[in-house]
């Protein structure tokens, strides 16, 4: 019996020390590229590096400063938003239709939206950089949005599909009874229950636009986004530009994976069906 | 009710928006990699197999793919049965397992450049350690070999977590009694992963396979960040077509071949992986 408690016992320290071994993989590159993007040029150019903090603004201020970034930044802001806006407003009643309704087409539907994940998505910024000159939308925000919105449209469609699915029909159905609507039915008992999972697969839809290199490359010339900035400008660019770059990118995305991290899962889970 | 016709006005939206950015830019791209002055031709494929950076370029990325997927797979099921076992701190874990999964490609290839870099932090453990005086030139055009590891480093740190939340999603879905079930009848911590975990899992492994191989394929910014030009992927020579050479005939052309590998693995995939009719849970 004694053995098995070691055995027992051993196998949690694996346990233990293997998690904070991954732990330790996962959070440490992200540690040394805040660790220059807080170090001062000459600190980020020089050699061999401090392995703590300075906390000196002046990489992050260069940065901020240099020209070409503010307005990348706003660019970047601008798309991912209309992203945000784009995939919502189109996703969130195709998840409804498909979690509340049977109806002929609904499996072609699905297949569509399942097929856009086993294609190269970005690699629609080519012919569109060509439709874009036709009608005037090349170069503009809402030219790379809309790309972007086929990246983020398929989450936000089955994202929304598992809201609405884990909502009683039954609710619904008790306030159309008591006079309201079928719209009315669904702003007041509906909405309020789903908003906080739209709220997240809106942030996501935010993420995949302002992460998105490819396309945003090809498709913006004068109107650059952070990424397709920092990507057509890294063999110019000195080291402390690259590293402050890089922890302005990485930065919202941290702090909006923390905000929907309870949300990953169901969706992935979904993902699967 | 008058709500047949309520279902497609509500599809409507999404449906038109992926047949105008979605199915046409597709048929797009075979318009430009197949047309020519003189109609159908296949002169861009040939500009494009001649080209000589185009075999080094078809090899670095297939043997990434073939490199990165399966140590990522791996790892992702390590870590969904690490998590498991955790009996406290389960969701903090799992949130700092995940937050690659925000990061963009790019800012992963910068991260992991600032520790390749001559004066980087490789370098400066190295130096530190007494085992070099001065920085080594890792990611120079002579040592190819290092800014592949370089990148294979950086794509398993970045998009293992896409991987790992498809399959602790999965992994709820299996009810807990088959584990205990197979756990009285003898069968040890190995055996139950290896017997009852892993064919349930099918179904999981198979989306995220796919998902994981397909961006493999598509792997774009690390190589930018860490070897510019020196490791030619194909994304990277489609973008440079595109680009710098105004050449969107071949740069089709390049995506096609990118296409055809995705469309290629994912049958693969749906094949050697099929989820028998009725067997799921």
Redesign the interface.
């Known amino acids: 019996m004694s053995d098995n408690a070691t055995f027992r016992r051993r196998g949690r320290w694996l346990?233990g020390g293997?998690?904070l071994l991954?732990?330790a993989?996962?959070?440490g590159?992200?540690y040394?590229?805040f660790l220059?993007s807080f170090s001062s040029p000459s600190a980020v150019?020089?050699?061999?590096?401090h392995?703590l903090p300075s906390f000196n603004l002046d990489s992050l201020q260069f940065f901020i400063e240099f020209q070409g970034v503010a307005s990348a930044l706003w660019n970047s802001i601008q798309v991912a938003t209309l992203t945000m806006v784009l995939s919502i407003?189109?996703?969130a009643?195709?998840g409804?239709?498909?979690s509340?309704?049977e109806?002929r087409?609904?499996s072609l539907?699905r297949i569509?939206?399942l097929m856009?994940?086993?294609?190269?998505?970005?690699?629609?910024a080519?012919?569109?950089?060509?439709?874009y000159i036709r009608v005037g939308l090349d170069d503009t925000p809402l030219g790379l949005a809309?790309?972007h919105?086929?990246l983020a449209?398929p989450f936000a469609?089955l994202i929304t599909f598992s809201l609405f699915s884990g909502i009683p029909v039954e609710l619904e159905e008790a306030a159309w009874t008591m006079g309201c609507t079928?719209a009315q039915a669904f702003r007041k008992v509906v909405l309020p229950l789903v908003m906080p999972g739209i709220t997240a697969s809106a942030i996501f839809a935010f993420?995949i636009s302002?992460?998105?290199?490819?396309a945003a490359?090809?498709l913006t010339v004068q109107h650059r986004t952070l990424?397709a900035f920092?990507?057509t400008s890294?063999?110019v660019s000195p080291?402390p530009l690259?590293?402050a770059?890089?922890f302005v990118?990485?930065l919202p995305?941290?702090i909006?994976?923390?905000l929907v991290?309870k949300y990953?899962?169901?969706m992935?889970?979904i993902?699967?069906r | 009710m008058p709500s047949r016709g309520l279902p497609y006005l509500l599809l409507l939206p999404a449906t038109v928006f992926l047949a105008v950015f979605f199915l046409y830019p597709f048929t797009q791209i075979a318009w430009e990699a197949f047309s020519g002055p003189g109609g159908v031709t296949l002169s861009h494929f040939a500009t494009m197999v001649n080209y000589w950076k185009f075999p080094a370029a078809l090899e670095n990325t297939l043997l990434l793919a073939v490199a990165v997927v399966p140590l990522q797979t791996a790892m992702a099921l390590a870590m969904a049965v690490l998590v498991s076992k955790l009996e406290k701190g389960r969701d903090l874990i799992l949130y700092i397992f995940t937050i690659p999964l925000g990061i963009s490609d790019l800012a992963a290839g910068l991260i992991w450049f600032a520790i390749f870099q001559q004066t980087g932090f490789l370098n400066s453990a190295l130096h530190a350690l007494g085992v070099v005086h001065t920085p080594v030139i890792w990611l120079g055009y002579q040592s190819k070999w290092v800014i592949f590891l370089a990148v294979m480093l950086a794509e398993i740190w970045r998009a293992t977590a896409i991987m790992l939340v498809i399959i602790v999603a999965g992994m709820g879905l299996i009810p807990k009694e088959y584990g205990e079930a197979a756990e009285v009848f003898g069968a040890g911590p190995w055996q139950r992963f290896r017997r009852v975990t892993l064919p349930l899992l099918r179904p999981s492994l198979q989306t995220a396979l796919i998902l994981r191989t397909i961006l493999a394929f598509e792997v774009f910014a690390e190589v930018a960040a860490l070897g510019g030009t020196n490791l030619p992927v194909l994304m990277g020579e489609t973008f440079h077509w595109q680009f710098d050479l105004q050449d969107g005939h071949t740069a089709a052309a390049f995506a096609i071949v990118i296409l055809a590998i995705s469309i290629g693995f994912t049958l693969l995939y749906l094949r050697l992986l099929r989820v028998p009719k009725g067997a799921g849970i």
């Open positions: 346990t293997s998690v991954l732990c993989w996962v959070l590159p992200i040394l590229l220059n150019t020089g050699f061999p590096k392995w407003v189109l996703g009643p195709a409804y239709a498909l509340r309704f109806f087409g609904k539907f569509m939206v856009t994940r086993a294609f190269p998505l970005p690699l629609l080519l012919p569109l950089a060509v439709m809309l790309v919105t086929t449209l469609v079928r993420v302002w992460n998105e290199v490819f490359s090809v990424t920092l990507l890294l063999d080291l690259k590293f770059g890089g990118l990485v995305a941290l909006f994976i923390f991290r990953l899962f169901a992935w889970g993902a699967n």
